[in-house]
């Protein structure tokens, strides 16, 4: 017991330490605090919000969902973009993480989570997990970004959490991606995803630190997909304290990601 205590000491010393140059520089703005989580690790479910449907041609293929997000201009996002950002990643991954939506960085690359954020997620997944960006699966639950003036997209500061009308219409998308990849579970990736994967009102500081079932059943009932709410990284380099409670999110992972073997 002394020993495992030992151990996961260095692995969290280690982790810490690795994390230190993505935190060096504070990033402006605030973050959610970080209230004392529950240890549970035991999977429940929240409310189950309704199944969205595709409201197109189902696609055959990953390929083929990439290029219906494309061409999609199902709400207002998919004429400011400069590219959709469908996602990135293994399509036989174990593991999806979950952001609200693409941001500047996104936008301009075409590509889920670059940028400082996008660094430090991938330290984590390295550090915790022992995985690259590309072991893993990494989307958004909408595709183009949000932005408060979607007439200046070459504009910093222009980000804004997307609306419920903008989740709705794109929402599906994600759907036939966890479909196509079969993952064994889910990071939501800070309140936005939690809230709407899990559909729960409660922030993401008051639902971390366990694990529940994807409400919503794409494999039929007994095979529920595991989901792991934690901060956005973009909360950590906002405030260094929440890195303690992503190393138990992402230990809490590890030990669902071993269990499904
Ligand atoms: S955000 Fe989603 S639904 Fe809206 S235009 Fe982009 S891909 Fe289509």
Same mark, same amino acid.
Not at 40 to 59: G, I, K, N, T
Not at 101 to 128: A, N, Y
């Given at each position: 017991?002394?020993?495992?205590?030992?151990?996961?000491?260095?692995?969290?010393?280690?982790?810490?330490?690795?994390?230190?140059?993505?935190?060096?520089?504070?990033?402006?703005?605030?973050?959610?605090?970080?209230?004392?989580?529950?240890?549970?690790?035991?999977?429940?479910?929240? *409310?189950?919000?309704?199944?969205?449907?595709? #409201? /197109?041609?189902?696609?055959?293929?990953?390929?083929?969902?990439?290029?219906?997000?494309?061409?999609? #201009?199902?709400?207002?996002?998919? =004429?400011?973009?400069?590219?959709?950002?469908?996602?990135?990643? %293994?399509?036989?991954?174990?593991?999806?993480?979950?952001? +609200?939506?693409?941001?500047?960085? /996104?936008?301009?690359?075409? +590509?889920?989570?670059?940028?400082? %954020?996008?660094? $430090?997620?991938?330290?984590? $997944?390295?550090?915790?997990?022992? $995985?690259?960006?590309?072991?893993? !699966?990494?989307?958004?639950?909408?595709?183009? =970004?949000?932005?408060?003036?979607?007439? @200046?997209? /070459?504009? =910093?500061?222009?980000?804004?959490?997307? @609306?419920? +009308? +903008?989740? %709705? *219409?794109?929402?599906? !998308?994600?759907?036939?991606?966890?479909?196509?990849?079969?993952?064994?579970?889910?990071?939501?990736?800070? %309140?936005?995803?939690?809230?709407?994967?899990?559909?729960?009102?409660?922030?993401?500081?008051?639902? #971390?630190?366990?694990?529940?079932? !994807?409400?919503?059943?794409?494999?039929?009932?007994?095979?529920?997909?595991?989901?792991?709410?934690? !901060? =956005?990284?973009?909360?950590?380099?906002?405030?260094?304290?929440?890195?303690?409670?992503?190393? /138990?999110?992402?230990?809490?992972?590890?030990?669902?990601?071993?269990?499904?073997?």
């Amino acid at each position: 017991m002394r020993r495992e205590l030992a151990e996961a000491a260095v692995d969290l010393a280690a982790y810490l330490k690795g994390l230190d140059d993505s935190l060096a520089e504070p990033v402006p703005g605030g973050a959610a605090g970080a209230a004392p989580a529950p240890s549970l690790a035991a999977a429940s479910s929240p *409310a189950r919000p309704p199944e969205p449907a595709m #409201r /197109e041609e189902r696609p055959a293929d990953m390929d083929a969902l990439a290029a219906q997000v494309r061409g999609c #201009r199902k709400c207002g996002l998919g =004429h400011a973009r400069l590219k959709a950002v469908f996602g990135v990643g %293994s399509c036989k991954a174990r593991v999806v993480f979950v952001g +609200e939506g693409p941001g500047f960085q /996104e936008d301009h690359q075409g +590509e889920p989570f670059v940028g400082r %954020s996008g660094q $430090l997620l991938d330290k984590i $997944l390295e550090t915790v997990l022992g $995985l690259k960006r590309a072991d893993v !699966y990494i989307a958004n639950i909408v595709k183009c =970004h949000p932005m408060k003036n979607p007439e @200046t997209p /070459e504009a =910093h500061g222009n980000d804004r959490p997307p @609306t419920p +009308e +903008e989740i %709705s *219409a794109c929402r599906p !998308y994600l759907d036939e991606q966890l479909r196509f990849i079969r993952p064994a579970c889910i990071v939501t990736l800070g %309140s936005v995803a939690t809230k709407v994967l899990l559909g729960t009102e409660k922030g993401i500081s008051l639902v #971390r630190g366990r694990a529940y079932d !994807y409400p919503v059943e794409l494999f039929g009932p007994g095979h529920p997909i595991k989901v792991v709410p934690t !901060y =956005h990284p973009a909360a950590l380099l906002r405030n260094p304290n929440l890195k303690r409670d992503t190393w /138990e999110d992402m230990k809490l992972l590890k030990s669902l990601l071993d269990a499904a073997k």
